[in-house]
């Protein structure tokens, strides 16, 4: 399980005539995805999504709240070399090293995992047939189309097996056959009882894969539910239709954040 706590980011920008002013990317964002859970994240462009993944999985500090994680032995992790060794990171600035290949690639970062040379080979065996990786994963990297170095980015992720998945637009850009290998991995793990928190500008890819939804606007939340409980609140059809009535109804303009200049 991994759970936000009051969970904030504020940052500095400066304004004309050199004025700085305080803004909150993420204001006091608080709620939790459970074992064997998918949960979205959506919002607009600026929202606030990509910095509240990166206090999730540990790649930023949060200026107020907390994240707590518990691993599927009930154990809650709090030392950063621990939460490593539990989460898959995967952003659009996920780095790949075009001279290797996958194969070389998994290999180093199974070692620096501190596994055997057996372990690796087996572990990259299991996700060789998980994201059906066979036609190229003895191809160098740089040679690799766009949907098969991110299910490369995401074998990455996967070589540890940690816990919990946190996914920045996993099938941005993907062709339909790309998205399908990911959208069904992240399905799979699921299944064996991991927790995937991923965002997504894809609304009816949510709704088809998502448990539950987080939306948030202006970094807070608007609503949080399974798709069907926000449609029914929102007397909608569908999630594009529901996104938009909570963002036409007034839900937005309640959490705006005030100003706090310095």
Known sequence: MIEAQNLTKQFVRTLKKGKKEAFYAVDHVSFRADQGEILGILGPNGAGKTTLLRMLGSLMEPTDGSVIFTAQSGVQLTA????????????????????????????????????????????????????????????????????????????????????????????????????????????????????????????????FLCDRIVMINKGRIMAVGTPQELKEQTHTGNLRDTFFAFMEGGVADEYETTENPL
């Not at 040679?143 to 946190?166: E, F, M, N, V």
């Open 80 to 207: 950063k070399s621990d939460l490593k060794r539990h989460i898959g990171y995967l952003s659009e600035n996920t780095k790949l090293y075009g001279r290797f290949t996958v194969r070389e690639m998994l290999s180093i970062f199974g070692e620096l995992y501190g596994f055997s040379e057996t372990e690796c080979r087996n572990q990259i065996e299991w996700i060789e047939k998980l994201l059906d990786m066979h036609e190229f994963i003895d191809n160098r990297i740089e040679k690799l189309s766009t949907g098969q170095k991110q299910r490369t980015s995401i074998a990455r992720c996967l070589i540890h097996d940690p816990d919990i998945y946190i996914f920045d637009e996993p099938t941005l850009g993907l062709d339909i056959i790309s998205s399908k290998a990911i959208i069904d991995f992240m399905k799979q793990e699921k299944e064996r009882g991991k927790s995937v928190l991923y965002s997504t500008h894809y609304m009816e890819e949510a709704e």
